[in-house]
C-alpha cells in the first residue's frame, strides 16, 4: 500500500493511495470500525503493526467503493502532501554508503557512519525547501529510506525487515560551506549540525510504500532532477551496507521507535563533486523507483 499524510482543511490527514485516488482515512473514522482506533495520525496506524496494515488493505477495495457514495475520496494532484511521519522521533542518515560517492568524497566508512537530522528539519513534497542564508553552496542528495515500524534495540540484520514497515525517499539537503564552519584545518571533521539540520532541508515523502510492495529493494534506481536536467543517476545495489547492516548498526545501543527513518545515502552527483550547487528558484525531484518522486522548489532566504 501507499500510506500518506496530508492537509485537508488545515487538519492533518492520513490515507492511502489507489490509482491517483487517495482515500481519507481521518474523515472515514465511523466508517472503520475497529481500524479507528489506528487513524488518528500515521505513527498511530504504524503501531498498529503488520496486523492493521493487512487488514486496511484486504478492505481497500471496499472502502474505494463506499468513499464514493461519502466525502473519503480525494483526487491526489488536489491534496496538499505532508511528509508521511511528519514528525519522526529520529531521523538517522547513512553517510558515504554508495560506492559512486566515495569516488567524489575522499572517504571510506569500514563501518556503517550515521549523523542525525531533527525532526524540525522535515517537510513534505510540494513544500519550499528554505536555505540560511549564511549558505552558499546548498547541495541536494536523493536517498532511499526506511520507515522503522516496530520498536526494537539491538536489532541482529537477519531480522531488520521485521522491523521495517516500508520506504520513502529522502532529499538530504546539504549545507556545504555550513558543514565546514568552526571545524576548517582541524581534527573536529565536519560540523554535522550546520550542515544538515536546518529547518526544511529534509524534504521526505510522498509517500509511505509498504515492505510487502516491494519484495527486493535491490536495486532501485535513483534519479534527481533540477529544473529538468539531471544530477544524480545511480541503483540501490550500489550500497556498501545494505539495509539489514544499517538497521542492526543504527540499533546498537539505541532503542529504534516506530515512525523513526533511516535514510540509506545517495550516489554520486552531488554539487560538492560537480560544483552545481542549489539557486534560488530551482525545482527539485528526488525520485527512488517504485517508491515515488518527491518536489521541492528551492528558497534562499536574504
Known amino acids: 500500500m501507499k500510506l500518506l499524510t496530508f492537509s485537508h482543511r488545515g487538519e492533518e490527514h492520513i490515507g492511502f493511495l489507489q490509482d491517483g485516488i ?56 488536489r491534496v496538499k502532501l505532508l511528509a508521511p511521519v511528519p514528525r519522526p522521533g529520529k531521523i538517522i542518515c547513512a553517510g558515504i554508503n554508495y560506492r559512486s560517492h566515495i569516488k567524489e568524497a575522499g572517504a571510506s566508512p569500514v563501518e556503517p557512519y550515521f549523523f542525525f537530522k531533527p525532526a524540525t528539519a522535515v517537510v513534505g513534497s510540494g513544500a519550499e525547501v528554505m536555505i540560511p542564508s549564511f549558505s552558499k553552496k546548498p547541495d541536494h542528495e536523493v536517498e532511499l529510506a526506511v520507515v522503522i515500524g516496530r520498536r526494537g534495540k539491538d536489532i541482529p540484520a537477519t531480522r531488520a525487515y521485521d522491523h521495517i514497515v516500508g520506504y520513502t525517499v529522502v532529499n538530504d539537503i546539504s549545507l556545504r560551506d555550513g558543514s565546514e564552519r568552526g571545524v576548517t584545518s582541524t581534527d573536529l571533521g565536519r560540523n554535522w549540525y550546520k550542515g544538515k539540520a536546518a529547518d526544511t532541508c529534509c524534504p521526505m515523502g510522498p509517500f509511505i510504500v509498504t515492505k510487502d510492495e516491494i519484495s527486493n529493494p535491490y536495486p532501485l534506481a535513483l534519479k534527481l532532477r533540477v529544473n529538468g536536467e539531471t544530477r544524480q543517476d545511480g541503483t540501490t545495489d550500489d550500497m556498501i551496507f545494505k539495509i539489514p547492516d544499517l538497521v542492526a548498526s543504527a540499533s546498537e545501543g539505541v532503542t529504534l521507535e516506530c515512525g523513526d527513518v533511516i535514510s540509506t545515502g545517495t550516489c554520486s552527483g552531488v554539487g560538492l563533486s560537480t560544483g552545481k550547487y542549489l539557486e534560488e528558484g530551482d525545482l527539485v525531484e528526488a525520485e527512488v523507483d517504485r517508491v515515488g518522486v518527491l518536489v521541492n522548489k528551492i528558497r534562499v532566504m536574504p
Open 22 to 77: 487517495v482515500f481519507d482515512l481521518t474523515e472515514a473514522r465511523e466508517s472503520l470500525g475497529k481500524l479507528a482506533d489506528y487513524t488518528p495520525n500515521m505513527l498511530a496506524l504504524l503501531e498498529g503493526g503488520g496486523r492493521v496494515l493487512r487488514e486496511l488493505k484486504r478492505r481497500s477495495r471496499s472502502l474505494l467503493s463506499e468513499g464514493e457514495t461519502k466525502p473519503f475520496l480525494r483526487q491526489l494532484r
